[in-house]
């Protein structure tokens, strides 16, 4: 009888023939999360991975494996041979081990014969072990409708036995959808929105525009905490800060007032394309959300991608604000995003923002800019940082 954490693979699972890419992935990124625990061996057995650590580090590997994507549930699991008197004896266990940590009045038995030729099928296990439960530990009952604890036994080649099911991320592994580069800001949205892409599998690069000495060093080191918090799900980040005070003097200088908002945000995109082709990465994206503010109607989404030809992705487009803040709780990058420092937009901020920008006005007036000039000199004062979680 020894000790071992279950993974449930979820979408990974049902990936048919892709499945093995799939599965190498999640080990590898099992494997890194768990290294500074003892490097602890790790088995696959039948859509579960197994791993093999040591007990004490079972609630430090649980916690770390929340945030990697591609599994849905955690267990920690008695493990045992396939001998029905010492599955008796581990199921007592696992129920008084669990009463030592809440109070549990009702339970009932689920059992998963992963392995036909084990004699005893599901149903019959589950009365079994039911009716040894019931006789073994006093003050609980069975209810088969709405238990307060579940006892999973999963017969494989080896039998598991739990009570808990820690629910995880889900998604799929990171690097299983190709790369993109999040345009982080120090706002609520945009965290949000490289974690919904991470979680589809999409490993994350990320560039930040500042208009420094207009916005501060401390508004910096907010995005680079931000970028932090990300890369605890995502692994580490390769994060580009670009200035971009020098192509908004210029387009405050010689275009109308109320385009500088979406010319700037054109030249945000052409800057991010130009490093995303550099660095391999497939796409862009962005927080932007429909309607949320002036910038992001639908016209202002067209005049935007316009610029560029890298396809952007926009996974909060159609997102409450509250939903978005409720997602920014979860993954505790909430409280970092309102510190109230300055935005690189809030600089020469237009009384009134175009709404419903028109693609032949935006370029005309663009045309007085030596667009290619300024984007090469913005991203050659680029400054890179590799930021780890
Ligand atoms: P957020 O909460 O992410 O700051 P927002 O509600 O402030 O978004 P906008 O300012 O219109 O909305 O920005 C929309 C998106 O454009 C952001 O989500 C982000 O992806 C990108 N963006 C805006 N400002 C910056 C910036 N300074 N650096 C990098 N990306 C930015
Ligand atoms: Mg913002």
Do not use: W
Request: proline fraction near 4%.
């Amino acid at each position: 009888m020894d000790k071992v954490i279950s993974v449930s693979l979820g979408e990974v699972a049902l990936k048919g023939l892709n499945r093995g890419y799939f599965e190498n992935k999640l080990l590898k990124q099992i494997r890194s999360a768990t290294r500074e625990f003892g490097s602890p061996n790790i088995y696959k057995e039948q859509g579960k991975m197994y791993i093999e650590a040591e007990e004490n580090y079972f609630d430090q590997i649980i916690n770390r494996l929340k945030k990697v994507f591609g599994i849905v549930y955690i267990s920690p699991c008695i493990r045992v041979e396939k001998d029905i008197d010492i599955i008796e004896k581990a199921s007592i266990l696992a129920v008084e081990e669990t009463l030592e940590k809440r109070d549990i009045s009702t339970f009932k038995v689920k059992t998963n014969r992963v392995d036909k030729d084990f004699p005893i099928k599901s149903p019959d296990m589950s009365k079994k072990i039911g009716s040894v439960l019931l006789k073994n530990i006093d003050g609980i009952k069975v209810d088969v409708h709405n238990p307060e604890l579940y006892l999973y036994i999963d017969i494989k080649d080896k039998c598991y036995i739990y009570t808990e099911r820690y629910k995880a991320q889900g998604g799929l592994p990171i690097g299983t959808n190709g790369k993109g580069l999040l345009l982080l800001s120090g706002g609520i949205d945009s965290p949000v929105a490289g974690f919904m892409m991470a979680k589809r599998g999409v490993s994350l690069s990320a560039v930040h525009f500042h208009s420094y000495p207009f916005t501060s060093e401390r508004a910096e080191q907010k995005v680079k905490e931000l970028a932090r918090l990300l890369a605890r799900y995502s692994g580490d980040m390769h994060l580009y800060s670009i200035n971009i005070i020098d192509i908004q003097k210029e387009i405050h200088e010689k275009c109308p007032e109320n385009q500088m908002t979406i010319i700037t945000r054109r030249f945000m995109m052409r800057i991010a394309e130009k490093i995303a082709q550099s660095q391999d990465i497939n796409a862009l994206i962005t927080g932007e959300s429909l309607g949320q503010v002036a910038s992001q109607t639908i016209e202002g989404i067209g005049v935007t991608n316009s610029s560029v030809s890298i396809p952007i992705l926009r996974p909060l487009i159609g997102f409450d604000k509250v939903d978005i803040i409720s997602i920014a709780k979860e993954i505790e990058t909430y409280e970092t995003s309102i510190l109230p420092f300055e935005d690189c937009c809030t600089v020469f901020l237009p009384k009134h923002p175009l709404t419903r920008p028109k693609l032949e006005n935006i370029e005309e007036a663009e045309r007085k800019l030596d667009i290619e000039y300024l984007v090469d000199k913005a991203i050659s004062n680029a400054i890179f940082s590799v930021i780890e979680p």
